[in-house]
């Protein structure tokens, strides 16, 4: 019981939305309790934090929940509230720890518009509020070297596959270091399926890294055996350095995976060179080598820098395989340019000499149709957004902004993007209209893209439809269970081709769902209760919930009723 | 076809390093150790064989230096110098490498649960800058066990220190209230203590792998202190720093706690702060040096309405001559520069420096308040400060508070002490300033030189007075101006005084490196 009191003032403001209740109010008071998710458990000792949601309010409460899981706030004066728990051994967000692992709004007094996902009790008492705390995973294991001794100071990498917004991409959710012996152990894992990676040096460097390392060794000159050069290739569990061959490893909360053995092989690299096609006094210039296709970097970020000297460049420790090279200069506006691309494949020697082109940059324009008699349809709430294909992050610009508007008659401009291949991201339902098509010298270029790669300026036609499409239903919701979300699939769906998208609905209290502007074409429907939002992206995830799923298809102007049953998680 | 074969044959004429590297406790060779080769521009590495050889082939004729490294491993003595010459083959190059030691534990709450994500620093107590500070040499967090690993560790003792990270990135350092006050988790040390009086090192051996350093996080009572700042114009953003006083300075871990002072009203609160007594002092963005400056003892219960007088100071003016030298626009200033060093707070000093002007005078602009030294550095010519004058008082060193006049005489009459050490190949002879004026350019009182190989040595240019000397049989790096540790060598240490301009000869006993490596694990 003793913990029971230790009830602080948080944050640098003390604020005064708690504890200084005016004598006409009534003061608020919030209590509940902190589970285990799995077993249901009470979690003694868990810090419970307690937020107002109000801007500028400031501050924070933390209590410590007692040994029946217990937590209370007091003295609380009405407005909304978020409160969250986090305990050691239970799941956190990455690289932080403020909690957010579970949690609610509440709304407490009389304000105006206050929400509450509890109900008010009298004299704004919120009782029963249940937190439910995620044990974590866990993977501990060794990483040795080519002799099966131990191996320090490497990085191991715990990945995740993530599609959200219809993009893939890798994203390092967990790590630790090797200690002396080779030992390692990542905690904090939430429930979900893993790609293990280890590698000595940059072991944040993102995706398909392609560049080995000596490690711990301080920047240590490469192995060098006669003419060749060796270092250590990033290895993904099972023992592979291919990420197409890695295996993923699953993960139940809770569950602690030990005695998993990483082999970092000891493999020849090599290293690419050439000249610059300019060197200026006061510019500077940056060579980016990136791998082929890699989802995780872009030609001017997230790549292998290459040393630049007296009008010559080489990037070292390269791994065989197919890369690309920009090269970019920031002058005194300090804006970072690209100039100069090539590609090159390293198979079994030094690539020198690297063939490299000069870049123009890339204009796209057009103007946006509507079909049949358009009347009163405002083209500004339309929005059209490039995609470069295969460069995973966002529109890069040489020196430009990034969105722009459509004007009031439908036309639209990007300028000084870098070269590339650019699918159009064209969203009208603001407008009650769907886009029928794209078309670049009469071909619809939405599947296969704009090649765009030598640069160049491109005038685009967008045309929209008024004869949307529309799909009504009620999904069965069991008995008990809360009408949860409902998971639109656009077909065919394939976030690694950047093709189709998912979207996510809420279903009415009553089971009712009412989709809207939709194109023609095939949708596949699930019912779900509460989901993660990074699931529903996932294609795996996806295909694994086929026989739940309802596939239907809709063609122009089209209604059409569907009725589905929600399923479990 | 003829010169071409000759050519050809020239850019063969390679030459070969080799040699092994060794445990330096057990002597066994060290496999997969890596050797780098630098010299002529270029940079080369090769691994060692299970039994610690390695070799470097087709090395050009030239000058390198090569050291061995290894993870947890450091490597013994400096780097080796080898000139190579066409053809020839170097070998038998022993390198020494001494196994790092591990100390590893838990770090539990009052119940015995692990504490995840504190700080845990492993720290040395070293001497710097005239005074014992607690070293920060590790740093690492708790995992989700409470477990710390401190590895790759030189021999010596060591102070583990857990401290959970500022309130901005967690929870664990908020100070909550009780009924009877607030508390927080502080700062402990191993074996569970709150200061560093009753901490207890960990002491390690070469490669030696200690466990079961489990220890607690206290809580304690902690208080507030909260005061008011007469603010003046052109303060810019003043801020307050509480520095503990009496205790061992500890550099290690987070820094010491500050807060703004708010510009309306001067006032400033601290939470959250140990009982103890402390320094509190004011610094600005805008202004070099303290701007004010109280002690305050906390204990029992907050501290309310604190006054922090403010220090103020006039223009710092002055002159630089040279002794003896009629015209003061001579060529010895030229390229002389004087720094202003200010000392904020227990910790932090800064330093601004000014050129004098053809006629040897010179101003720091701004008034700079708080303890000052005023050091003469970039000396184009062997040069002692002889006199140093504040408002016409002559001062032992260039160690002031207030603002003034200074009158600063520069000597040419240097004294020199050479010598000789018996037996020695190499090492250092260090020179502990007894009796005389604070030199100019060093940062502390003891000088140190090398040891030529047939044991000569040579102490040019330095002030007259009395120093202390010791010749050791190794290279310093941390210890050389640690009194404490030079006393344990009293009795193998020679004084020597010197008078203005007079240069003396030396002959000094050897201490060996055996006997320091004693002193160091003591």
Same mark, same amino acid.
């Given at each position: 019981?003793?913990?029971?009191?230790?009830?602080?003032?948080?944050?640098?403001?003390?604020?005064?939305?708690?504890?200084?209740?005016?004598?006409?109010?009534?003061?608020?008071?919030?209590?509940?309790?902190?589970?285990?998710?799995?077993?249901?458990?009470?979690?003694?000792?868990?810090?419970?934090?307690?937020?107002?949601?109000?801007?500028?309010?400031?501050?924070?409460?933390?209590?410590?929940?007692?040994?029946?899981?217990?937590?209370?706030?007091?003295?609380?004066?009405?407005?909304?509230?978020?409160?969250?728990?986090?305990?050691?051994?239970?799941?956190?967000?990455?690289?932080?720890?403020?909690?957010?692992?579970?949690?609610?709004?509440?709304?407490?007094?009389?304000?105006?518009?206050?929400?509450?996902?509890?109900?008010?009790?009298?004299?704004?008492?919120?009782?029963?509020?249940?937190?439910?705390?995620?044990?974590?995973?866990?993977?501990?294991?060794?990483?040795?070297?080519?002799?099966?001794?131990?191996?320090?100071?490497?990085?191991?990498?715990?990945?995740?596959?993530?599609?959200?917004?219809?993009?893939?991409?890798?994203?390092?959710?967990?790590?630790?270091?090797?200690?002396?012996?080779?030992?390692?152990?990542?905690?904090?894992?939430?429930?979900?399926?893993?790609?293990?990676?280890?590698?000595?040096?940059?072991?944040?460097?993102?995706?398909?890294?392609?560049?080995?390392?000596?490690?711990?060794?301080?920047?240590?000159?490469?192995?060098?055996?006669?003419?060749?050069?060796?270092?250590?290739?990033?290895?993904?569990?099972?023992?592979?350095?291919?990420?197409?061959?890695?295996?993923?490893?699953?993960?139940?909360?809770?569950?602690?995976?030990?005695?998993?053995?990483?082999?970092?092989?000891?493999?020849?690299?090599?290293?690419?060179?050439?000249?610059?096609?300019?060197?200026?006094?006061?510019?500077?210039?940056?060579?980016?080598?990136?791998?082929?296709?890699?989802?995780?970097?872009?030609?001017?970020?997230?790549?292998?820098?290459?040393?630049?000297?007296?009008?010559?460049?080489?990037?070292?420790?390269?791994?065989?395989?197919?890369?690309?090279?920009?090269?970019?200069?920031?002058?005194?506006?300090?804006?970072?340019?690209?100039?100069?691309?090539?590609?090159?494949?390293?198979?079994?020697?030094?690539?020198?000499?690297?063939?490299?082109?000069?870049?123009?940059?890339?204009?796209?324009?057009?103007?946006?149709?509507?079909?049949?008699?358009?009347?009163?349809?405002?083209?500004?709430?339309?929005?059209?957004?490039?995609?470069?294909?295969?460069?995973?992050?966002?529109?890069?610009?040489?020196?430009?902004?990034?969105?722009?508007?459509?004007?009031?008659?439908?036309?639209?401009?990007?300028?000084?993007?870098?070269?590339?291949?650019?699918?159009?991201?064209?969203?009208?339902?603001?407008?009650?209209?769907?886009?029928?098509?794209?078309?670049?010298?009469?071909?619809?270029?939405?599947?296969?893209?704009?090649?765009?790669?030598?640069?160049?300026?491109?005038?685009?036609?967008?045309?929209?439809?008024?004869?949307?499409?529309?799909?009504?239903?009620?999904?069965?919701?069991?008995?008990?269970?809360?009408?949860?979300?409902?998971?639109?699939?656009?077909?065919?769906?394939?976030?690694?081709?950047?093709?189709?998208?998912?979207?996510?609905?809420?279903?009415?209290?009553?089971?009712?769902?009412?989709?809207?502007?939709?194109?023609?074409?095939?949708?596949?429907?699930?019912?779900?209760?509460?989901?993660?939002?990074?699931?529903?992206?996932?294609?795996?995830?996806?295909?694994?919930?086929?026989?739940?799923?309802?596939?239907?298809?809709?063609?122009?102007?089209?209604?059409?009723?569907?009725?589905?049953?929600?399923?479990?998680? | 076809?003829?010169?071409?074969?000759?050519?050809?044959?020239? @850019?063969?004429?390679?030459?070969? +390093?080799?040699?092994?590297?060794?445990?330096?406790?057990?002597?066994?060779?060290?496999?997969?150790?890596?050797?780098?080769?630098?010299?002529?521009? +270029?940079?080369?590495?090769?691994?060692?064989?299970?039994?610690?050889?390695?070799?470097?082939?087709?090395?050009?004729?030239?000058?390198?230096?090569?050291?061995?490294?290894?993870?947890?491993?450091?490597?013994?003595?400096?780097?080796?110098?080898?000139?190579?010459?066409?053809?020839?083959?170097?070998?038998?190059?022993?390198?020494?490498?001494?196994?790092?030691?591990?100390?590893?534990?838990?770090?539990?709450?009052?119940?015995?649960?692990?504490?995840?994500?504190?700080?845990?620093?492993?720290?040395?107590?070293?001497?710097?800058?005239?005074?014992?500070?607690?070293?920060?040499?590790?740093?690492?967090?708790?995992?989700?066990?409470?477990?710390?690993?401190?590895?790759?560790?030189?021999?010596?003792?060591?102070?583990?220190?857990?401290?959970?990270?500022?309130?901005?990135?967690?929870?664990?350092?908020?100070?909550?209230?009780? @009924?009877?006050?607030?508390?927080?988790?502080?700062?402990?040390?191993?074996?569970?203590?709150?200061?560093?009086?009753?901490?207890?090192?960990?002491?390690?051996?070469?490669?030696?792998?200690?466990?079961?350093?489990?220890?607690?996080?206290?809580?304690?009572?902690?208080?507030?202190?909260?005061?008011?700042?007469?603010?003046?114009?052109?303060?810019?953003?003043?801020?307050?720093?509480?520095?503990?006083?009496?205790?061992?300075?500890?550099? @290690?871990?987070?820094?010491?706690?500050?807060?703004?002072?708010?510009?309306?009203?001067?006032?400033?609160?601290?939470?959250? +702060?140990?009982?103890?007594?402390?320094?509190?002092?004011?610094?600005?963005?805008?202004?070099?040096?303290?701007?004010?400056?109280?002690?305050?003892?906390?204990?029992?219960?907050?501290?309310?309405?604190?006054?922090?007088?403010?220090?103020?100071?006039?223009?710092?003016?002055?002159?630089?001559?040279?002794?003896?030298?009629?015209?003061?626009?001579?060529?010895?200033?030229?390229?002389?520069?004087?720094?202003?060093?200010?000392?904020?707070?227990?910790?932090?000093?800064?330093?601004?420096?000014?050129?004098?002007?053809?006629?040897?005078?010179?101003?720091?602009?701004?008034?700079?308040?708080?303890?000052?030294?005023?050091?003469?550095?970039?000396?184009?010519?062997?040069?002692?400060?002889?006199?140093?004058?504040?408002?016409?008082?002559?001062?032992?060193?260039?160690?002031?508070?207030?603002?003034?006049?200074?009158?600063?005489?520069?000597?040419?009459?240097?004294?020199?002490?050479?010598?000789?050490?018996?037996?020695?190949?190499?090492?250092?002879?260090?020179?502990? @300033?007894?009796?005389?004026?604070?030199?100019?350019?060093?940062?502390?009182?003891?000088?140190?030189?090398? +040891?030529?190989?047939?044991?000569?040595?040579?102490?040019?240019?330095?002030?007259?007075?009395?120093?202390?000397?010791?010749?050791?049989?190794?290279?310093?790096?941390?210890?050389?101006?640690?009194?404490?540790?030079?006393?344990?060598?009293?009795?193998?240490?020679?004084?020597?005084?010197?008078?203005?301009?007079?240069?003396?000869?030396?002959?000094?006993?050897?201490?060996?490196?055996?006997?320091?490596?004693?002193?160091?694990?003591?």
């Amino acid at each position: 019981m003793k913990l029971w009191a230790q009830v602080g003032l948080l944050g640098l403001l003390a604020s005064g939305l708690w504890g200084q209740t005016s004598a006409s109010a009534k003061p608020g008071r919030l209590e509940g309790r902190v589970v285990n998710a799995v077993t249901k458990e009470a979690v003694r000792k868990a810090t419970v934090t307690l937020r107002s949601t109000q801007r500028n309010a400031g501050g924070q409460l933390s209590v410590t929940t007692d040994a029946e899981g217990k937590f209370v706030f007091e003295n609380l004066t009405a407005g909304d509230y978020s409160v969250s728990a986090e305990k050691a051994g239970f799941v956190r967000p990455l690289g932080a720890n403020l909690p957010i692992a579970m949690q609610g709004r509440i709304g407490l007094g009389g304000g105006a518009g206050t929400e509450s996902t509890w109900k008010m009790g009298e004299g704004a008492v919120v009782g029963g509020v249940e937190l439910k705390l995620v044990p974590q995973g866990v993977v501990t294991g060794r990483v040795l070297d080519e002799d099966g001794e131990g191996f320090g100071q490497v990085q191991v990498a715990v990945w995740e596959w993530n599609y959200s917004g219809g993009l893939a991409r890798l994203l390092r959710v967990g790590g630790a270091e090797t200690n002396e012996v080779g030992e390692f152990r990542v905690a904090n894992l939430a429930p979900g399926k893993y790609l293990l990676s280890a590698e000595c040096g940059g072991g944040f460097a993102m995706g398909r890294a392609r560049r080995g390392g000596t490690g711990g060794f301080g920047g240590a000159a490469p192995l060098v055996s006669g003419n060749e050069t060796f270092a250590y290739a990033r290895t993904y569990y099972p023992g592979v350095s291919e990420l197409d061959q890695a295996q993923k490893i699953s993960l139940a909360a809770g569950q602690e995976l030990s005695g998993v053995t990483l082999n970092l092989q000891k493999t020849r690299v090599f290293s690419l060179s050439g000249n610059l096609p300019s060197a200026q006094e006061g510019t500077r210039y940056f060579v980016n080598v990136r791998p082929a296709g890699d989802p995780n970097s872009s030609p001017m970020m997230g790549g292998t820098m290459a040393r630049v000297q007296n009008g010559a460049f080489t990037a070292t420790n390269l791994l065989p395989g197919n890369y690309e090279l920009t090269i970019s200069e920031v002058g005194e506006d300090r804006k970072p340019r690209m100039i100069a691309q090539g590609e090159a494949v390293i198979t079994n020697s030094n690539v020198e000499n690297v063939a490299l082109a000069p870049v123009g940059t890339v204009e796209i324009k057009g103007r946006i149709r509507v079909e049949g008699e358009a009347t009163g349809v405002n083209l500004a709430q339309v929005r059209v957004e490039p995609r470069p294909r295969g460069l995973g992050l966002q529109v890069v610009v040489n020196g430009g902004n990034q969105r722009q508007m459509v004007e009031a008659d439908g036309s639209f401009r990007y300028g000084e993007l870098i070269p590339g291949t650019y699918t159009l991201r064209v969203e009208a339902e603001k407008v009650n209209h769907y886009v029928k098509a794209v078309t670049y010298n009469g071909q619809d270029i939405r599947v296969q893209g704009l090649d765009l790669r030598n640069g160049g300026s491109v005038k685009v036609e967008v045309l929209l439809s008024p004869k949307v499409a529309a799909l009504n239903g009620k999904v069965d919701v069991p008995e008990g269970a809360a009408a949860g979300t409902l998971v639109v699939v656009e077909e065919p769906y394939d976030p690694r081709k950047a093709s189709g998208r998912v979207q996510r609905k809420t279903v009415n209290e009553d089971g009712s769902f009412a989709l809207a502007n939709l194109a023609p074409g095939t949708y596949r429907l699930l019912a779900v209760g509460e989901v993660e939002t990074k699931l529903i992206y996932d294609p795996e995830w996806l295909a694994a919930r086929t026989s739940e799923t309802v596939t239907v298809e809709v063609r122009e102007g089209e209604t059409k009723a569907v009725s589905l049953r929600q399923a479990g998680n | 076809m003829k010169v071409g074969f000759v050519l050809l044959f020239a @850019s063969l004429a390679w030459s070969q +390093i080799s040699g092994r590297v060794v445990n330096s406790v057990t002597g066994e060779g060290v496999g997969k150790a890596l050797v780098r080769l630098t010299g002529r521009g +270029i940079a080369r590495s090769v691994m060692t064989a299970k039994d610690g050889s390695f070799v470097f082939a087709k090395v050009a004729e030239g000058n390198y230096t090569l050291e061995p490294l290894k993870q947890n491993y450091f490597a013994k003595g400096s780097a080796m110098r080898v000139e190579v010459r066409e053809e020839d083959k170097v070998e038998g190059l022993v390198f020494g490498l001494e196994p790092g030691a591990v100390i590893a534990g838990r770090l539990l709450d009052e119940d015995g649960d692990p504490l995840e994500g504190v700080s845990v620093t492993g720290a040395r107590r070293v001497y710097r800058e005239g005074t014992y500070v607690m070293e920060s040499v590790w740093q690492g967090r708790t995992n989700d066990l409470g477990e710390f690993r401190l590895s790759g560790l030189k021999a010596g003792r060591y102070f583990i220190k857990a401290q959970a990270p500022s309130s901005m990135f967690s929870m664990l350092n908020e100070p909550y209230e009780a @009924s009877d006050g607030e508390y927080a988790r502080v700062p402990s040390y191993f074996p569970g203590v709150a200061d560093l009086e009753s901490a207890r090192p960990i002491v390690v051996k070469p490669g030696q792998v200690v466990t079961g350093m489990d220890f607690s996080a206290l809580r304690g009572k902690v208080y507030r202190v909260e005061g008011k700042f007469a603010l003046a114009e052109s303060d810019g953003q003043l801020y307050a720093t509480l520095d503990r006083i009496g205790m061992l300075k500890d550099t @290690s871990g987070f820094p010491q706690p500050q807060t703004a002072i708010f510009p309306g009203s001067g006032a400033f609160q601290f939470r959250g +702060i140990q009982p103890g007594r402390y320094l509190l002092t004011v610094s600005s963005n805008t202004k070099a040096g303290l701007q004010g400056q109280v002690e305050v003892t906390v204990g029992g219960a907050d501290v309310k309405d604190l006054d922090v007088p403010r220090i103020e100071t006039g223009p710092l003016r002055g002159v630089i001559r040279l002794e003896g030298a009629e015209d003061n626009a001579e060529q010895w200033k030229s390229g002389l520069e004087l720094v202003l060093y200010c000392q904020i707070g227990l910790r932090s000093t800064t330093g601004t420096s000014v050129t004098p002007a053809p006629d040897g005078s010179f101003e720091f602009e701004r008034g700079i308040s708080g303890r000052k030294t005023l050091q003469v550095q970039k000396m184009p010519k062997p040069l002692f400060l002889k006199h140093f004058r504040l408002n016409g008082k002559e001062l032992e060193d260039a160690v002031f508070y207030e603002g003034g006049e200074i009158e600063m005489i520069l000597s040419p009459r240097v004294s020199g002490i050479l010598g000789k050490v018996e037996g020695a190949k190499g090492g250092t002879v260090i020179a502990q @300033s007894i009796k005389a004026k604070r030199l100019g350019s060093g940062e502390g009182l003891n000088l140190d030189a090398e +040891i030529a190989p047939l044991g000569a040595f040579e102490f040019g240019a330095i002030g007259p007075g009395e120093y202390r000397l010791y010749a050791f049989d190794r290279n310093f790096e941390e210890n050389l101006l640690d009194p404490e540790f030079l006393r344990n060598f009293a009795a193998k240490s020679v004084i020597v005084k010197i008078g203005e301009g007079e240069t003396k000869t030396v002959t000094l006993p050897l201490i060996a490196a055996s006997e320091v490596e004693e002193a160091q694990n003591q």
